[in-house]
């Protein structure tokens, strides 16, 4: 890059003005994109690389201000250009993709038209040539039957195609700078492969430089020319995405490659080294609940599950306007979310339940749960038929003390009203034993200490937790009552990879503690590796392939395990 | 769209049954003997016997049950034995007096409250918004007929700018020919302009006392709602993609913030409709409400029940009618329709 980069940003501070005062949310950072140049800012949350990105297009909320340094966008000076100035550059010069794409469309104007005012704004088309225009953008980002989907809501299409659509609107003008902030976080993995491999494409074509805001290293690395490390609104490290990802020279820089999962690697490895240390050579604290350790060999499995399945009625098919005067199709047969699947749980098992939205692994943690009712099928929890306890009923039942699970986001799985303490005696109070005061915050201090959540926090509430803590008490609550089963619903989705790698670890050490089997949801099959003795990997509502995670993973059968897999990002070998 | 239409009503059978039922029974429940009220103070027993036996007072309740919605059917509300009329006769007269008040008093309301609310949440805790505030809190706190006096006193009798508040058209005006029963519509289509402004400077002040008290709650849905929508990740892209402020704004967010106004509009306007009775009586405005209040210090039955039975007809009517302007406004209800 011998030429005067496109982006060049400057010792640039962001600040926030809080009800504390002020906070610098980016601290004196330099950013350089060249023309043509793939970039990625990577961190973790409250890094500042979205800030960032919203101080270069100037689109930081009100409270938010650039305090000092420059950006310069092929020579002009973005910080003191005027909101003209800038409302030209902004879809034109510079433009933005965001994370979830469903949200970032207007959900009441049909996506056509939204790529329409885009295209009319920067003066690319006239009201008569904008449909024309607008299709042709849909078609650039290979949406099928383009001239049908411009009339199409974003409620109606899917994720993947609502991050296409997202991706027309920010291509439409033919920008030379592409900012894709989290493009892909909350999509499936193909879903993932198939909107990088397009944007890259795309961008490519043109000419045109990016960067890509991510928080995921393996999607940087597999994507990037070059990485850009923030940590706490400073940038720790920049190189090539080769250097960065077999030489990481930063501590903090080796501490995210060391938790990111990938193959070849246990869950200690995760935790950086001095961590790692102190869990192994702390001597297991003696938990007063802890049950003999379980043996899987020669009793009957816990959990056995036979020809499952859940049924939901459809909608009537038809128009909206053959809806309307009720002349729409009557009933289609039911649409089959699971349809008869089998699988056993050993104890003192973890079984992987993966596969992509909408294949039903949540539907089955549900039933399982006996949160749900299944439609046929038998649960046979223990040598019991739980399947045929209501769902409705299944509270009142002694089984629901040995059926747990952990909620997906740590913070919305939590009453915002009570403390972490009150959260994780709850199901105490409702199910368990121990009764008096004293004794529940002994209990809850106790479990506490096993989830290594500081004491000190248990009388906190949710908003004063960080998320780590947050999935803590989650877990904690899941396991006051010492169930046999737990069942983990992407457990560590929402969580930072640091945070990720101690909270697997610690899954894993409570499991071995406590003798229980997990059911692990999850859609990360880098995680499952790491935690699953086995895996199931399902498939519209069916299982597609079962075997131990090894077999699975690593030499799988079916093709769309093969298909999973290759779609993850994989970094420069 | 008439398929949906007819859905819809057909869910509101029960509830306007439910109202003829109890509109019924809570007019009978009433204290007050309608035959002695009418019988006058003088009248000896038989008289009082003789008027409640002409009445039909002297039926078991069933069987006054069934032959008042045998009449309703016919579409005979009853006679009111204040004014002498039939019932539906006096609502056709008075119906439209006081809904074409509380329309103009909802539009003036809706021309200051919308950009009121959406300037309030655009520009966040600027004077605009502090206006908003007070004007929202000062609207609600003053009572009805409070402003409605103040109105009177600064306008017709300090400045003279306004006619005496004597009613819907002064003397010197004929009514025009009724097509409508709206006095500023049936103007307008007999071309007679005079009457026009007449009947226009007439309905102005009490218009403009709905107008006021409605401000509140239109302003305050305006502002937080279109807060909301400002604060979404679309608005960000379409800010993003160099919008101009007034599509983003307008285009964007207001249509989506449109939804929960769209609501409380039907509301204010179903709650003033019943409820402007004293504004009615300080402009002497021949409505349905001072009307209902009369027959009811009278135990005069049979208004009473015809003004209910409209009012909850009329509320089912404009729900119906927010639910397909929902429908317009936004794509996904119209799937659930």
Known sequence: MAAAPLLDIRNLTVEFATRRGTVQAVKAIDVSVGKGETVAIVGESGSGKSVTSYAVVRILDRAGRVAEGSIAFSGIDL??????????????????????????????????????????????ATRATAREKAIEALEKVRIARPAERYDAYPFELSGGMCQRIVIALALACQPQLLIADEPTTGLDVTTQKAVMDLIVELTRERGMSTILITHDLGLAAAYCDKVVVMEKGRVVETASAAEIFHNPQHPYTRKLMKATPRVGMSLRDLLPEDQAKKTTSTPPVEAASAKPPATSAGRAPLLVVENLVKEYPRPAKGSFLAKLTGQAEPDQPAFRAVDGIGFEVRRGETLGLVGESGCGKSTTSMMVNRLLDSTSGRIVFDGQDIGSIPAKQFAASPFRRRIQMVFQDPTDSLNPRFTAERAIIDPILRMGQVRGRAALRARCEELAQLVGLPVELIDRFPHQLSGGQKARVGIARAIALDPDLVILDEPTAALDVSVQAVVLNLLEELKQRLGMSYVFVSHDLNVVRLLCDRVIVMRTGQIVEQGTAEEVLGAPRAEYTKELLTAIPHPPS | MLGMIAARLKTTIPSVIGVIIVTFLLTRVLPGDTAAYFAGPAASNEAIADIRSKLGLDQPLPVQFVSYVVALVRGDLGTSLTTGQPVTADLAQRLPASAELTLVGLLISMAIALPLGVLAAVRQGSWIDHLCRIVATAGVSLPVFFTGLLLVYVFYFILGWAPAPLGRLDVFFSEPPRVTGFLLIDSLIARDLGTFSAALSQILLPALTLAIFSLAPITRMTRASMLAVLGADFVRTARASGLSTRKVIGTYAFRNAMLPVVTTLGMVFSFLLGANVLVEKVFAWPGVGSYAVEALLASDYAPIQGFVLTMAILYVALNLLIDILYGVIDPRVRLEG
């Open chain 1, 79 to 124: 910080v003191s250009a005027t909101e003209a100035q800038m409302r030209d550059l902004r879809g034109r010069e510079i433009s933005m993709i965001f994370q979830n794409p469903r949200a970032a469309l207007n959900p009441i104007r049909k996506v056509g038209k939204q790529i329409e005012d885009v295209l009319v704004q920067h003066v690319q």
